[in-house]
């Protein structure tokens, strides 16, 4: 088969050689044989060629409720729909399911003489108990029936098949088609009919893509399906890539033989969002009113980690794709691990806290921007009190992402005290998982509505989750360049200076001082303060105070850098506004080769 061919203007999907769906690639490789932590984990120094990126998020501009469309999954459950347990698929949330027997004894209609004896049978009642299980409470989801799994067409079709429409004879398929139907109506369920997986002219379909016997093929079950359901929802083409000179082709082709589907429908591709703009653009140009757009296979093999899978679904949150399904490169078909989200012996692995964290995602999504090949999507909940975010990476790329959330001066209910809680976790690329690594949990101070989170990539193949709730009981974290003349603010007067991408402090950057006299002031609301400077060989002293007490002298010197170390604590103070000052004295100790001082943050605990 030739790889599907993107528009000039679209970059080619990955990979670089023609694709089999999962179970082709399958059958082919078979042939050859705390206390809140205040401040960020520190993390290993980062890869020369890393890139730092900025994200947004901003929670001033609701939109859509999420629709969880990627919480879907191909052959997710076992043969007879019962596993994986209630408590490790609840918890995901999940919204359509697919599946039709394949690869299970007996090779379905075909294997039975082109007629509905046993391997058929053990085919559709496999997947009619599936769509019971998932269709009902308490997933209401949906379930696209492969109709082509319970012909037979797996991959493992004999070289002499005689597929449907051969020579124009089109008959056996029609009765096929009718036994389909009359199975599912007797079992009073409702699926979605997904008549034939990936026709692309192999595997599947080795009588070529958008052939004359396809198109009989496809009308003959459209016509047939809708005769005998006239309600009955019809989902194609499932090209295995998205294709736009394919599907233009097709919706012309169907259109005009009055066969179009219910649901428009294709596998992988670069970007979901896209994809499903070119896809509404296509279904414009032919005149034919919008329809469902839905995804029944992604992520190719090597992109089937936390950190690929997070910015795909949050892609996804930004598309018209309204359901799309985790594709299966591993234990086909009927294993229940949700497509290997869960290992074999069910457990979860990185990519179901993945999911878990999606699942979070309530409310309405808010607007993002992205960075670096990495994505955010965000969900602002005001019953819950929470914003939750999925930042993903399609890049592979280290570094530092800063996510700046803005906005929020539109959410009071956010705050308490001009600050939010943040935590951040990190879902690194396991099997098993026991469950994501608390890298950051801490109250942020608000400034100018904002506040701005780093997050530091340990591994391209990692996602990461961010929470942000009111601020409660515990430690406000305020980076010294936070400067004001309101709470949680520092105010510098003259001979101060400011240094930034200073590695090793927090936010990364120094206000300093080497002039006796200089003075800083800083204003909190809580009951103590932690105040952090550097400690170093050049490095003076001060003196603080608190509410114009008495003074004490700090002296920073230190042997060796420490660049983000406490040194001075406030005694335990009322609960309420105080004030902190600082003056650099001028001196130094006998050891010490300067009188520099270098402020970095405070922490503000409110007990």
Do not use: K
């Given at each position: 088969m030739s790889q599907p061919v993107p528009p000039p203007d679209r970059p080619a999907q990955p990979p670089t050689q023609p694709r089999p769906s999962g179970r082709r690639w399958l059958a082919a490789v078979a042939a050859l044989g705390v206390a809140a932590l205040a401040v960020p984990l520190l993390l290993p120094a980062a890869p020369a060629d890393a890139a730092d990126s900025t994200v947004t998020v901003d929670v001033s501009r609701p939109g859509k409720v999420p629709t969880r469309a990627g919480a879907g999954f191909l052959y997710g459950l076992n043969q007879d729909g019962s596993g994986p347990a209630d408590s490790l698929l609840e918890p995901l949330r999940p919204t359509l399911f697919r599946g039709g027997g394949a690869r299970l004894a007996g090779h379905g209609w075909l294997g039975d003489g082109y007629r509905a004896g046993t391997g058929y049978r053990t085919r559709i009642t496999s997947a009619l108990a599936q769509a019971r299980r998932v269709t009902g409470a308490p997933y209401q989801a949906t379930y696209h029936l492969l109709v082509s799994d319970l012909w037979g067409a797996d991959t493992e079709q004999p070289a002499?098949?005689?597929?449907?429409?051969?020579?124009?004879?089109?008959?056996?398929?029609?009765?096929?088609?009718?036994?389909?139907?009359?199975?599912?109506?007797?079992?009073?369920?409702r699926v979605r009919y997904d008549i034939w997986n990936e026709p692309d002219g192999i595997g599947f379909w080795p009588?070529?893509?958008?052939?004359?016997?396809?198109?009989?093929?496809?009308?003959?079950?459209?016509?047939?399906?809708?005769?005998?359901?006239?309600?009955?929802?019809?989902?194609?083409?499932?090209?295995?890539?998205?294709?736009h000179?394919?599907?233009?082709?097709?919706?012309?082709?169907?259109?005009?033989?009055?066969?179009?589907?219910?649901?428009?429908?294709?596998?992988?591709?670069?970007?979901?969002?896209?994809?499903?703009?070119?896809?509404?653009?296509?279904?414009?140009?032919?005149?034919?009113?919008?329809?469902?757009?839905?995804?029944?296979?992604?992520?190719?093999?090597?992109?089937?980690?936390?950190?690929?899978?997070?910015?795909?679904?949050?892609?996804?949150?930004v598309s018209d794709v309204s359901a799309a399904a985790h594709a299966i490169w591993s234990d086909c078909c009927v294993a229940g691990t949700l497509a290997g989200?869960?290992?074999?012996?069910?457990?979860?692995?990185?990519?179901?806290?993945?999911?878990?964290?999606?699942?979070?995602?309530?409310?309405?999504?808010?607007?993002?921007?992205?960075?670096?090949?990495?994505?955010?999507?965000?969900?602002?909940?005001?019953?819950?009190?929470?914003?939750?975010?999925?930042?993903?990476?399609?890049?592979?790329?280290?570094?530092?992402?800063?996510?700046?959330?803005?906005?929020?001066?539109?959410?009071?209910?956010?705050?308490?005290?001009?600050?939010?809680?943040?935590?951040?976790?990190?879902?690194?690329?396991?099997?098993?998982?026991t469950g994501p690594v608390t890298v950051f949990a801490g109250n942020l101070t608000v400034v100018d509505g904002a506040v701005s989170v780093p997050v530091n990539h340990v591994s391209g193949t990692d996602a990461y989750s961010i929470t942000v709730t009111p601020a409660g009981a515990g430690t406000v974290t305020v980076?010294?360049?936070?400067?004001?003349?309101?709470?949680?603010?520092?105010?510098?007067?003259?001979?101060?200076?400011?240094?930034?991408?200073?590695?090793?402090?927090?936010?990364?950057?120094?206000?300093?001082?080497?002039?006796?006299?200089?003075?800083?002031?800083f204003r909190f609301s809580g009951n103590q303060v932690v105040l952090y400077a550097v400690r170093d060989v050049d490095q003076g002293r001060m003196t603080v105070?608190?509410?114009?007490?008495?003074?004490q002298t700090v002296d920073n010197y230190a042997p060796s850098r420490n660049a983000s170390g406490a040194v001075w604590t406030s005694?335990?103070?009322?609960?309420?506004?105080?004030?902190?000052?600082?003056?650099?004295?001028?001196?130094?100790?006998?050891?010490?080769?300067?009188?520099?001082?270098?402020?970095?943050?405070?922490?503000?605990?409110?007990?």
């Open positions: 002499n098949t005689v597929y449907p429409c051969e020579n124009g004879d089109c008959a056996n398929w029609r009765t096929f088609v009718g036994q389909v139907v009359s199975d599912v109506r007797a079992s009073g369920l009588r070529g893509v958008n052939s004359a016997q396809y198109y009989q093929m496809w009308n003959t079950a459209v016509s047939e399906i809708r005769r005998l359901d006239p309600g009955a929802t019809i989902v194609g083409p499932s090209y295995s890539g998205y294709n000179a394919w599907l233009n082709d097709w919706l012309g082709r169907t259109r005009a033989d009055g066969t179009l589907p219910n649901v428009l429908n294709w596998h992988f591709g670069t970007d979901p969002a896209a994809d499903a703009a070119d896809a509404a653009a296509l279904l414009a140009a032919h005149g034919i009113a919008p329809m469902p757009l839905t995804i029944d296979e992604y992520l190719f093999a090597p992109q089937q980690n936390p950190g690929y899978l997070a910015w795909f679904l949050d892609r996804l949150a989200v869960l290992t074999a012996d069910q457990r979860p692995t990185g990519q179901w806290w993945v999911y878990r964290a999606y699942a979070r995602m309530t409310g309405n999504l808010v607007a993002t921007t992205n960075g670096n090949g990495v994505a955010v999507a965000a969900a602002l909940d005001q019953g819950q009190r929470q914003l939750v975010a999925l930042l993903g990476n399609a890049s592979g790329q280290t570094g530092t992402t800063t996510v700046r959330v803005n906005g929020l001066a539109a959410t009071p209910w956010l705050l308490n005290n001009g600050a939010v809680r943040v935590t951040v976790e990190r879902i690194p690329d396991q099997s098993p998982l980076d010294a360049n936070t400067t004001g003349t309101g709470l949680n603010q520092f105010q510098y007067g003259a001979n101060w200076g400011l240094t930034t991408g200073v590695p090793d402090m927090y936010n990364g950057t120094a206000n300093w001082s080497y002039v006796g006299g200089a003075t800083a002031t105070s608190v509410d114009g007490g008495a003074a005694p335990v103070l009322p609960s309420g506004p105080h004030t902190v000052t600082i003056v650099n004295t001028g001196q130094h100790n006998p050891a010490s080769r300067g009188d520099n001082i270098a402020l970095d943050r405070a922490d503000v605990r409110q007990n």
